[in-house]
């Protein structure tokens, strides 16, 4: 019968735990691998990562190269073709407007995009920033104008 006591780690050698200050003899006597004096040495003391002992953060020491506009792109929201078609009726307008009259876009946005997913079997017409190349094909083949 197999019990917690009679079960044996065969997978990896187990490995044996660092002895600390246990003498001159052991390696890890006297200081304990803790060095002389300083906050290392002492009871409690705790690092933070990426401190160097008060020195400048190797994170603020590498230079920063080239210029990104990710921090002030503006995000357009996205609406598949299928969703379009469950919301609207034939004739509608697809809009930023009518978007948040059906609750779809609530808070501050900076456009729409169409894309391709799903189909749409009505007529309406589009006032929207962007169409992904997917949709605008669905669209011509359904005779629809973006």
Known sequence: ???LSTLSNSSRPTKRRKL?????GSKHGKTSGRGEKGAGSRSGYKTRQGYIGG?????????TRGFSNVRFAR???VINLGQIDVMYADGETVSLE???????????????KILADGTLSKKVSFQVEAFSSGAQDKLKEAGIST
Do not use: A, N
């Open 1 to 3: 019968m197999i019990t």
């Open 20 to 24: 600390l200050g246990r003498g001159p």
């Open 55 to 63: 020195g400048v953060p190797l994170h603020k020491r590498t230079p």
């Open 75 to 77: 995000k357009l929201d």
């Open 98 to 112: 009518t978007l948040r009259e059906k609750g779809f876009i609530k808070g501050q946005s900076y456009g729409i």
